[in-house]
């Protein structure tokens, strides 16, 4: 599951864009979409991201926008260790350089971390500092499964199944079907621009047993639907290009 969370960062904006409270499962992936459109010179765009960290804060019992922003099904929970600490997931510029995408996944509940990144403009080399406050309020897991316990991806990842490709994959998909029966390969959802996915068969059974690969929302493959690996030791490599998966 994704969450898109949305900032915008104005041309004189010294304090932040003030943002409410968001449930979020820690196991989950969430996108920051910071947007320097009101920031940059017409001409400009975002061309380096430098010092990318993420600094924890102490667990605390309650936050305080809480008292505004109740939250329904509140229960009591605390923490004194970051046990699933937040981490990048990986970071991107697109829409013309205009829009910063920090993905950042886990999170321990009641924790809360300052998300902090340098950008550089082109044209006119001005650097500024986005400070991004996030509160893990409660998990919706209550086991407290991070990312990596949940959903392990390994890279190259095999499988021999049917199988949803995580958000957030990139790389390869080695397909070793001996089982038989064809199998089908979703691409993994929101992907960011850039984003590259190589698919292939490693022990030659795709002739016997298809391997088909589609998308989870629609999106296109160049101009298809779908497309489907029938020769053995076949392979299929896309790029996501903000509109489409293209095959390279």
Known sequence: MAHEYYFMVAV???KGVPFGPVNKDNMDISRLLIDFTCWLDVNESITELSHMTIMPNPAMSLPTWQADYPLCNMYSYSTGV?????????????QSGKIVALD?????????????FTALAGVSKRRRLVDILMVIDRPLNPALVGLSDDTP??????????????YGFTGSVY????????????????????????????????TAYNITINTPDGSLIDDTATYVIAFGFGNLGVEWTGTRWSIM
């Not at 001996?178 to 068969?201: F, M, N, Q």
């Open 153 to 166: 991806v390994v890279f190259p990842l095999y499988v021999n199944t049917s199988t949803l490709l995580p």
């Open 12 to 14: 004189d904006d010294d």
């Open 104 to 116: 950042v996944a886990a999170g321990t509940p009641t924790m809360s971390y300052v998300v902090s």
């Open 175 to 206: 397909v070793e079907n001996t089982s038989g029966g064809a199998i089908t390969i979703t691409l993994p959802p929101s992907p960011t621009p850039g984003d590259k996915i190589t698919i292939k068969d490693i022990v030659g059974n795709a």
């Open 82 to 94: 970051d046990t699933y600490p937040l981490d990048f997931v990986k970071q991107a510029v697109f």
